[in-house]
């Protein structure tokens, strides 16, 4: 190793030719080597990856990428590792700053923050900004699960940049509804997999609670109201997909055929309307109710709406 502070760039590549070659160029002149991990691409990934010179290594497909993320990890030969899907890019600010701290003697890994671009606009809201994510990292410092979406196993001392787009990875997340579709349901499949494994015991309440619930964190908790239309499309979309996960498992699970116990469809019901209930009622009373007696109306009603909520 001629040099402990280079940095090698990791980026893991499934039929994903055009994002990949925006990726590669934001960092051209930044990384001492770049490792593309080619998951049987059938587009031309490859070639764009030989073309701005990077190490090409084939991987299996996987419904994962994590494992792939180990193995790309130890074909590394830097002391500095970046990690990046191919539809993410560095701006010039983030790369000179994590060339700072290559000098740094104190730091193992570090969390950047990600700023996630969902049908063309930049989300801030629905629980999607700062969206930290531990992408730079020391080697030997960081090993992935095998679960899907997993936070990394980490070693040693860690910092967190300031929460700026200057400083934020750019994410071209969802560009369609299809293509978020798609996705859904492979991540059901895997999710659903996964608690299988788990022997997860489904509930009727999972498939009427989850959800909502999901819903309710993103538009409600998470503000996504004030990304507009797009946080409302956003949230319903991201409660169908927590839906299908539950929906998948019950297959995977033999497509049971028996019948709703009513006391447990009804209490989860009356959880949902109350959950619901409570998260609106926060809502109204932070955006759009400025007068006292519209507050207090509300506030009764929500009152009313607990003291009955178990009948």
Known sequence: MKNKNTISVIINVRNEAENL????????GFADEVIVVDMHSTDNSYQVATSFGAKVFPYRWMKVVEPARNFAI?????????????DERVGRSLKKELKRITLRSDIDYVKIPRMNYIFGKWMRHANCWPDYLIRFFKKGSITWKKEIHSQPVTKGNGITLLDSDKLAI???????????????????SVKAEELQHQEYKLKTSDLILKPVQEFNSRFF???????GMHGLVFSLLQSLCEALIYIRLWEKQGKLDKPIAKESFVSASQETAYEYDHWFTKYYLNVYS??????????IRHFFFRLTKEF
């Open 170 to 188: 750019k994410h071209t997340n969802y560009t369609t509804v299809t293509q978020f579709i798609q996705r859904a349901i492979r991540y059901s």
């Open 74 to 86: 130890s074909k590394a030969s830097s002391r500095w590792i970046l990690i990046l899907d191919p």
């Open 221 to 227: 908790a998470g503000e996504g109201y004030k990304d």
């Open 21 to 28: 070659s925006h990726c590669l160029k934001s960092v051209k």
């Open 290 to 299: 400025p007068f006292f007696l519209k507050k207090v109306v509300v506030r």
